[in-house]
Protein backbone atom coordinates (compact mmCIF):
# COMPACT_ATOMS: atom_id res chain seq x y z
CA UNK A 1 0.00 0.00 0.00
CA UNK A 2 1.17 3.91 -0.19
CA UNK A 3 0.73 4.14 3.73
CA UNK A 4 2.35 2.43 6.52
CA UNK A 5 -1.09 0.90 8.37
CA UNK A 6 -0.65 0.12 11.83
CA UNK A 7 -3.18 -2.18 13.76
CA UNK A 8 -5.36 -1.57 16.42
CA UNK A 9 -5.44 1.79 16.72
CA UNK A 10 -6.08 1.31 20.35
CA UNK A 11 -5.40 -1.46 22.70
CA UNK A 12 -5.86 -1.80 26.17
CA UNK A 13 -4.57 -4.59 28.28
CA UNK A 14 -4.63 -5.18 32.37
CA UNK A 15 -1.12 -5.25 33.92
CA UNK A 16 0.61 -8.51 33.37
CA UNK A 17 -1.08 -9.20 30.19
CA UNK A 18 0.68 -9.44 27.03
CA UNK A 19 0.04 -6.79 23.74
CA UNK A 20 1.05 -7.05 20.30
CA UNK A 21 1.09 -4.86 17.79
CA UNK A 22 1.28 -4.99 14.06
CA UNK A 23 3.04 -2.34 10.93
CA UNK A 24 2.50 -2.95 7.20
CA UNK A 25 5.09 -0.91 5.63
CA UNK A 26 4.20 0.85 2.50
CA UNK A 27 5.08 -1.63 -0.52
CA UNK A 28 8.51 -1.96 -2.04
CA UNK A 29 9.67 -0.31 1.80
CA UNK A 30 12.74 -2.50 3.24
CA UNK A 31 13.40 -0.49 6.12
CA UNK A 32 10.56 -0.56 9.41
CA UNK A 33 11.14 1.40 12.34
CA UNK A 34 8.99 1.27 15.89
CA UNK A 35 9.11 3.95 18.32
CA UNK A 36 7.26 4.78 21.52
CA UNK A 37 5.71 8.46 22.44
CA UNK A 38 4.86 8.56 26.06
CA UNK A 39 2.45 11.72 27.34
CA UNK A 40 2.91 13.11 23.64
CA UNK A 41 6.51 14.03 24.12
CA UNK A 42 9.78 12.62 22.78
CA UNK A 43 9.86 10.01 20.10
CA UNK A 44 11.93 7.14 21.49
CA UNK A 45 13.72 4.73 18.88
CA UNK A 46 13.14 1.60 19.20
CA UNK A 47 14.37 -1.06 16.64
CA UNK A 48 14.78 -1.43 13.00
CA UNK A 49 15.00 -4.12 10.64
CA UNK A 50 16.06 -4.35 6.73
CA UNK A 51 13.80 -6.68 5.18
CA UNK A 52 13.49 -9.27 7.87
CA UNK A 53 16.57 -9.04 9.43
CA UNK A 54 17.40 -6.27 12.74
CA UNK A 55 19.33 -3.75 11.42
CA UNK A 56 19.72 -1.64 15.23
CA UNK A 57 18.12 -2.64 18.61
CA UNK A 58 20.02 -0.34 20.34
CA UNK A 59 16.42 1.13 21.25
CA UNK A 60 14.73 -2.22 22.62
CA UNK A 61 14.28 -3.11 26.05
CA UNK A 62 16.39 -6.05 27.47
CA UNK A 63 13.27 -7.52 28.38
CA UNK A 64 10.20 -7.99 27.82
CA UNK A 65 9.88 -6.21 24.47
CA UNK A 66 10.61 -8.42 20.92
CA UNK A 67 9.80 -7.61 17.65
CA UNK A 68 9.80 -9.31 14.59
CA UNK A 69 9.11 -8.79 10.53
CA UNK A 70 9.03 -11.77 8.42
CA UNK A 71 8.28 -12.50 4.77
CA UNK A 72 4.91 -11.70 3.47
CA UNK A 73 3.52 -10.79 7.34
CA UNK A 74 3.24 -7.66 9.05
CA UNK A 75 5.55 -6.49 10.76
CA UNK A 76 5.11 -7.23 15.15
CA UNK A 77 5.85 -5.46 18.07
CA UNK A 78 5.58 -7.35 21.18
CA UNK A 79 5.38 -6.75 24.69
CA UNK A 80 5.41 -9.50 27.81
CA UNK A 81 3.98 -8.88 31.07
CA UNK A 82 3.16 -5.19 30.59
CA UNK A 83 3.52 -2.44 32.85
CA UNK A 84 1.84 1.10 33.03
CA UNK A 85 4.90 2.67 31.93
CA UNK A 86 4.32 0.99 28.72
CA UNK A 87 1.04 2.64 27.79
CA UNK A 88 2.34 5.38 24.86
CA UNK A 89 1.56 5.56 21.29
CA UNK A 90 3.67 3.04 19.24
CA UNK A 91 4.57 4.53 15.81
CA UNK A 92 5.98 2.38 12.95
CA UNK A 93 7.61 3.73 10.48
CA UNK A 94 9.32 2.45 6.80
CA UNK A 95 12.02 4.12 4.09
CA UNK A 96 12.91 2.83 0.95
CA UNK A 97 15.60 0.55 0.43
CA UNK A 98 17.82 3.24 -1.48
CA UNK A 99 20.09 6.09 0.66
CA UNK A 100 18.81 9.45 2.05
CA UNK A 101 15.29 8.83 1.95
CA UNK A 102 12.72 10.01 4.93
CA UNK A 103 10.67 7.99 7.05
CA UNK A 104 6.90 7.66 6.33
CA UNK A 105 4.81 7.25 9.44
CA UNK A 106 1.72 5.25 10.35
CA UNK A 107 -1.13 6.53 12.43
CA UNK A 108 0.38 4.77 15.57
CA UNK A 109 -1.32 2.24 18.11
CA UNK A 110 -2.54 3.92 21.45
CA UNK A 111 -1.46 1.34 24.19
CA UNK A 112 -3.09 1.70 27.67
CA UNK A 113 -2.23 -0.40 30.32
CA UNK A 114 -4.35 -0.58 32.64
CA UNK B 1 24.63 10.31 22.81
CA UNK B 2 23.36 12.48 20.38
CA UNK B 3 20.63 14.74 21.30
CA UNK B 4 18.36 16.91 19.91
CA UNK B 5 16.95 20.81 21.41
CA UNK B 6 13.85 22.20 20.96
CA UNK B 7 14.14 25.37 23.03
CA UNK B 8 9.99 26.49 22.64
CA UNK B 9 8.11 23.89 24.43
CA UNK B 10 4.76 25.70 23.59
CA UNK B 11 3.91 28.73 21.19
CA UNK B 12 0.76 30.84 20.85
CA UNK B 13 0.53 33.54 17.83
CA UNK B 14 -1.88 35.45 15.79
CA UNK B 15 -2.84 34.21 12.31
CA UNK B 16 -0.41 36.14 9.71
CA UNK B 17 2.22 36.60 12.79
CA UNK B 18 5.69 34.97 11.45
CA UNK B 19 7.13 31.78 13.09
CA UNK B 20 10.39 30.45 13.61
CA UNK B 21 10.79 27.08 15.91
CA UNK B 22 14.59 26.77 16.87
CA UNK B 23 16.03 23.14 16.89
CA UNK B 24 19.80 22.37 18.06
CA UNK B 25 21.29 19.15 18.30
CA UNK B 26 24.51 17.66 19.75
CA UNK B 27 26.20 15.74 17.45
CA UNK B 28 29.18 17.00 15.03
CA UNK B 29 29.62 14.30 12.63
CA UNK B 30 27.47 14.21 9.58
CA UNK B 31 24.01 14.45 9.68
CA UNK B 32 20.64 14.39 8.09
CA UNK B 33 17.76 16.90 9.36
CA UNK B 34 14.30 17.03 9.30
CA UNK B 35 10.80 18.90 10.38
CA UNK B 36 7.69 16.62 11.14
CA UNK B 37 4.12 17.99 11.40
CA UNK B 38 1.64 16.24 13.60
CA UNK B 39 -1.73 17.91 13.22
CA UNK B 40 -4.30 17.02 15.86
CA UNK B 41 -5.40 13.42 15.79
CA UNK B 42 -2.93 12.17 12.70
CA UNK B 43 0.50 11.12 12.09
CA UNK B 44 3.50 12.55 11.65
CA UNK B 45 3.91 14.17 8.17
CA UNK B 46 7.29 15.11 6.79
CA UNK B 47 7.73 18.81 6.35
CA UNK B 48 11.33 19.30 5.21
CA UNK B 49 14.82 17.46 5.23
CA UNK B 50 18.48 18.49 4.45
CA UNK B 51 20.63 15.80 3.65
CA UNK B 52 23.50 17.97 1.71
CA UNK B 53 23.96 21.62 -0.48
CA UNK B 54 22.11 24.56 -0.03
CA UNK B 55 21.49 24.97 4.06
CA UNK B 56 18.19 26.69 2.98
CA UNK B 57 15.51 24.30 2.84
CA UNK B 58 11.81 24.39 1.35
CA UNK B 59 9.13 22.34 2.33
CA UNK B 60 5.59 21.58 2.13
CA UNK B 61 2.96 24.46 3.36
CA UNK B 62 5.42 27.22 3.15
CA UNK B 63 7.94 26.15 5.36
CA UNK B 64 11.84 26.69 5.53
CA UNK B 65 14.14 25.59 7.80
CA UNK B 66 18.30 26.83 7.45
CA UNK B 67 20.62 24.30 8.16
CA UNK B 68 23.43 26.75 10.13
CA UNK B 69 26.71 23.92 10.59
CA UNK B 70 28.28 26.11 12.47
CA UNK B 71 25.51 26.55 15.31
CA UNK B 72 24.53 22.67 14.93
CA UNK B 73 21.05 24.34 14.03
CA UNK B 74 18.46 23.83 11.93
CA UNK B 75 15.38 26.61 12.60
CA UNK B 76 12.26 26.46 11.21
CA UNK B 77 10.12 29.37 9.61
CA UNK B 78 7.04 30.34 8.17
CA UNK B 79 6.51 33.92 6.78
CA UNK B 80 2.49 34.39 7.96
CA UNK B 81 0.90 31.47 9.61
CA UNK B 82 -2.40 30.24 9.39
CA UNK B 83 -5.09 29.08 11.68
CA UNK B 84 -4.30 25.32 9.93
CA UNK B 85 -0.63 25.44 10.97
CA UNK B 86 -1.91 24.75 14.42
CA UNK B 87 0.19 21.49 15.12
CA UNK B 88 3.15 20.01 17.12
CA UNK B 89 6.04 20.07 15.20
CA UNK B 90 9.20 17.49 15.85
CA UNK B 91 12.66 18.28 14.83
CA UNK B 92 14.22 15.20 13.99
CA UNK B 93 18.25 14.22 13.11
CA UNK B 94 19.92 11.18 11.56
CA UNK B 95 23.29 10.79 12.53
CA UNK B 96 24.95 9.07 9.84
CA UNK B 97 27.61 7.08 11.96
CA UNK B 98 25.10 5.37 14.23
CA UNK B 99 22.78 4.08 11.38
CA UNK B 100 19.55 5.76 10.35
CA UNK B 101 17.45 6.09 13.62
CA UNK B 102 16.10 8.99 13.81
CA UNK B 103 16.37 11.48 17.10
CA UNK B 104 13.71 13.64 17.87
CA UNK B 105 13.75 16.47 19.96
CA UNK B 106 10.85 17.49 22.37
CA UNK B 107 8.57 18.97 20.43
CA UNK B 108 7.10 22.32 20.04
CA UNK B 109 2.95 22.54 20.12
CA UNK B 110 2.06 25.43 17.48
CA UNK B 111 -1.15 26.95 18.44
CA UNK B 112 -2.46 29.68 15.78
CA UNK B 113 -5.32 32.20 16.90
CA UNK B 114 -7.59 33.37 13.89
Known amino acids: GEEVAQTPKHLVRGEGQKAKLYCAPI?????VFWYQQVLKNEFKFLIS????????ETGMPKERFSAKCLPNSPCSLEIQATKLEDSAVYFC????????????FGDGTRLSIL | AQSVSQHNHHVILSEAASLELGCNYS??????LFWYVQYPGQHLQLLLK??????LVKGIKGFEAEFIKSKFSFNLRKPSVQWSDTAEYFC????????????FGGGTRVLVKP
Open chain 1, 93 to 104: ASSPPWGNQPQH
Open chain 1, 27 to 31: KGHSY
Open chain 1, 49 to 56: FQNENVFD
Open chain 2, 27 to 32: YGGTVN
Open chain 2, 50 to 55: YFSGDP
Open chain 2, 92 to 103: AVIVKAAGNKLT
